[in-house]
């Protein structure tokens, strides 16, 4: 494996914090919902178990080594904004779902107790993979509701609330405004061959 810091771009003295947020963004810029029917998913998908292996090295070596946050309050601390990340389950369960191995993911994930925000995040995860939307928005609601400061589970609501948008007023108004010009269409000839 690469340098775990070298992959998140951070330095070996960056504080917890900062390699959360070097973490973050790059889920952000490598989530496979960025790459769907996009020729650089397998790219995509690459780099991300990347990031997610470095993030999970490095949290590992500082938590076996007794390393102490850097950051005020000790942010990275579980329940308090990300700490959840350093959950060995959770990790597994976020590679499992890069993989798209969504059967298995959701058996660890079920196996394990649904207290945090990253479970509910992550069984969102699952849920819209397999394109179950209202599971994965009441999950996604619920992740966001317990760690409202945490950008990936915003981004997941909000991606949501766009595709709802999306489906009310992209698929089902064309749908509609189809046949009504299709229904006038016939009247008219109609009434022209009458």
């Not at 059967?103 to 207290?115: D, G, K, T, Y």
Request: glycine share 10%; net charge neutral; aromatic share 8%.
């Amino acid at each position: 494996m690469n340098d775990p810091y070298a992959v998140l771009g951070v330095s070996p003295s960056a504080s917890d914090d900062e390699v959360k947020r070097a973490y973050r963004e790059l889920v952000k810029k490598y989530h496979p919902d960025n790459y769907a029917n996009n020729p650089l998913a397998d790219l995509a998908e690459a780099k991300m178990k990347e990031v997610n292996e470095a993030y999970d090295a490095i949290v590992k070596s500082r938590t076996q080594g007794g390393y102490q946050s850097q950051s005020a309050g000790g942010g990275g601390r579980a329940g308090q904004g990300g700490g959840q990340y350093r959950s060995p389950t959770l990790l597994q369960v976020r590679q499992l779902i890069a993989q798209n191995n969504l059967a298995e993911a959701e058996r660890i994930l079920r196996s394990s107790p649904a207290n945090s925000a990253e479970w509910y995040y992550l069984m969102g995860s699952i849920a819209y993979r397999r394109g179950w939307m209202d599971d994965a928005r009441q999950n996604f609601w619920t992740a966001c509701n317990m760690d409202p400061t945490n950008m990936e589970y915003r981004q997941a609501v909000n991606a949501m609330g766009m595709q709802a948008q999306r489906g009310a007023y992209g698929g089902g108004d064309d749908i509609a405004n189809l046949c009504t010009t299709l229904c006038c269409l016939n009247c008219l000839c109609n009434s022209c061959s009458g």
